[in-house]
């Protein structure tokens, strides 16, 4: 269904409902994680589903990509779709290994970026270190100027600009930024100085701040400009060895890799705005969850994805994730294009515990990683993890460990946890492990409560969607830290990531700057702004080789008060606003977030934004689950039964998830077994299953 791009209203009118279409062909979603690299391979006409977890090859992730495809048994060549999750640049940027970056700008502007906004890496301290992703000696500028209102104050002089391009390439400069001031209202420097660079400049890396997000406050956008340009090389140099890769194996269709916004884009242009898919990862789990979420009739939810390097949470409401335009991957690294809203922690189950100098036990934030990995993994691992806890504390199966390596005995995890945290301690093995379990429980509740009280939620009106390889290990007690009634638990949490490269959207955010006062903004030209946005999303789309079922489109403005600087996101109902309107909207959703009613004070728009979003058909997420394996009670779907320590140990039985019924119905304590990852029911939780394989847990009072 299409709607009308030169009429505003029904352009942004009420989305069309879900049509009965559903995904034909064979596709597989590739997510790489920090330790694992997973793989769903989805084939519709069958109803076929296969799965794979393999390690992540840090040193090139596009073996992982291969291996998983090999371990699968899949043949890329009869496949229709590859749609892929990446955490290149999510990772050279975190760490800091960025391909060496040239910028210019205007006259008198090249601190900016290391300038930033009054603020501290500490609040309430004066230490802290700031590293500006391009040093001083790398940013030159050259004279000429425009204007906030668009017009030019001085000439942009190119003679300047030649000299400091070859000065750049001469000091071995592999990308550049063209950052000049007030780009956003008139580009015409910008545009100029890349036809001049394009003659100058050895290569394609040439990122335009303008290009990326048209809007003001040069500070974000400069950044958000230089993050894209320095990781640029690093994901053309990736998609084009793993695209030559698979080519060699028979794909000849197109590879989609995902973005932070929920959204996929073609390998063959990604890189031109790299810094987009930055937490490209964990947009993707995301996108799985809201998804599975409305199937299952539970539109409302904060996503717990604990993996083995960090958690990840977010928040969905009724079935859309939050996307914010502010995303600060660390301090003064603000990235401002659309990402999922994502807050990450410091705890996966790879996080090492130790005890301090203060004779403190602390959980994270450094990882033991894939490599050599927890202790558990019989990898060389000395020390001990949040993994090795849950095995010490009979959670996980020594038998079922997916490590690629043969394990360890149980009095290796014991001792060491005996003498490098009971001893220091004064407890047990036992106790100290489930000391290291209830600190890294309080740190991933607290990023919950970060991600849904800042946006001023309750996490009671929400359930919690565990997944990730060890999500469903902790999600029952972290709900019940929280208050949170409910836990829905996917088919397969452990590869959740992977599937949401397979379900996410075509999508395609626009941003254009209007920052003048409300009573001052021509609102004609804010709504031909939306129109202009609605038009490029469809062409964008209509550029895809991507099946899509309908068409949605969104919009919302950034406004705040004159002489406040931090801007509300508010969404509106259709393109075509009043003036009274956005008035309107803007205090509602000012007096929601903050309590205060401002009347005294006039309102600025700032912002008008645009998301254009193609649905793709529905998938069976019941395939996930192999049916033949079913029995037909709950007693012949038990494995047998365990030692587990909960306040203290106690026997308890172990179920296989395949061979669970239908109309299964657990209490717990209980442990729930499958290939991809382990759900610990706590005492007092119950659980049961829903038609698409999901376990919808109800927290209850401990006994």
Known sequence: MMLDAEDPKTAAGKAPEMTEKTLTGTFAGIDVGGTFTDLVYYDSKARGVKLAKVPTTLDNQSKGVLAALDAASVDAAALDLIVHGTTTTTNAVLERQLCKTGLVTTLGFRDVLELGRRTRPHAYGMTGQFRPIIPRDLRLEVPGRMLADGSEYAPLDEDALRAALAGLVDKGCEALVIHFLHSYANPAHELRAREIAREIWPNGNITMGHALISESREFERGVTA??????????????ERLADKLSERGYDRDLLVMNGNGGMVSARIVAEEAAKTVMSGPASGVMAAAYTGRRAGIPDLLTYDMGGTSTDVAMIRGADPAVSHEIEIEY??????????????GAGGGSIARVDAAGLLQVGPDSAGSTPGPICYGKGGTEPTISDANMLLGRLNPERLNTGAGGVSLDTIREAFATKLGGPLGLGAPEAAAAVLKIANAKMADAVRMVSISLGEDPRDFALFAFGGAGPLHACAIARELGVPRVLVPARPGITNALGCIVADLRHDYVATVNKPLDACDMDEVHALFARQVADGRAAIGRERVEIAEEKITHSVEMRFIGQTHLLRVPLPDAAPTRADLQALFEEAYFRRFQVK???????????????????????????????GRKPTLAEAQTGTRQVFFEDWTETPVYWRDHLPLDADLAGPAIVEQMDCTLVLEPGDTATQDADGNLVVTVGERA
């Open 598 to 628: 401002l009347p005294e004070i006039r309102p600025a728009l700032v912002n008008v934004n645009s998301s254009v979003i193609g649905r793709r058909p529905e998938i069976d997420l019941a395939a996930l689950i192999d049916g033949s």
């Open 332 to 345: 003064a690294m603000p990235i401002h294009v659309p990402m999922v809203d994502v807050r990450t922690v």
């Open 226 to 239: 230089a993050v894209n340009a320095s990781v640029q090389p690093l994901l053309r140099r990736y998609v």
